[in-house]
């Protein structure tokens, strides 16, 4: 049976509308500046991040090393990069997903006897409501939603390993992710621009260039088909 398009027209629309129009290119420029300036906090406020977090007395309770590490992944965080990323609610809407949970960081190993619920993470939550301000919160404790030691329940997302995301020492890890390679994307020229449809595959290129065969395989779903 043909396998269905990647998504359907009106989701595609509404994911175009929010890769648009979600974060500003003046948040951007805002929280970037702040954030290059060291300013991790005032990169959190113009991203509408708020923080819900207290680095002295999480080294009070938790250790300075874990402090540290913390800090460390908040000095690269990318606020605006995250609010773009963060789960939205479609289904005729754009805004971020209630009562979501998005898990960044874990600062200290499994231990086999360990309960859930007793080690802190760092993660963001989206608002309440779906018609309200567009602004979550960043916190390190510990996850409501966990089921076994870094196992979650489906209203939270892990995102430990999905560091290019909200890590600015990561996130060339996208363009891999989306089938790219070290000059271009699928779909797009090296400088960025569209390329046209006489410009892609028509037959499977094989996996010596993986960009070329990204553009394949998703051509093939676009028109309903199975991919190789």
Do not use: K, N
């Amino acid at each position: 049976r043909p396998a269905p398009p990647c998504f359907s027209t009106e989701e595609a629309a509404a994911r175009r509308r929010i890769r648009r129009h979600a974060v500003t290119r003046t948040t951007i420029e805002q929280a970037t500046e702040r954030r290059l300036a060291g300013d991790w906090r005032g990169a959190c406020a113009a991203a509408r991040v708020d923080l819900a977090l207290d680095l002295a007395e999480i080294a009070s309770h938790c250790g300075q090393d874990v402090a540290d590490a913390l800090t460390d992944d908040l000095r690269h965080l990318v606020p605006d990069l995250l609010h773009w990323h963060l789960p939205r609610l479609l289904g005729g809407w754009t805004t971020l997903d209630t009562y979501r949970t998005v898990v960044l960081a874990r600062y200290r190993p499994v231990d086999p006897a360990e309960r859930p619920g007793t080690t802190p993470y760092l993660y963001v939550t989206t608002p309440a409501m779906r018609e309200g301000p567009q602004r979550v919160a960043l916190r390190f404790r510990t996850v409501e939603d966990e089921r076994a030691p870094g196992v979650f329940g489906p209203r939270t997302e892990d995102w430990r390993h999905a560091r290019h995301l909200w890590d600015a020492r990561h996130t060339a890890g996208l363009r891999e992710r989306c089938g790219g390679a070290h000059d271009r994307l699928p779909f797009l020229r090296p400088d960025g621009t569209p390329r046209a449809v006489d410009e892609l595959p028509t037959a499977d290129p094989g996996p010596g260039d993986p960009v070329a065969r990204a553009e394949w395989i998703t051509t093939l779903h676009q028109r309903g088909e199975r991919g190789a």
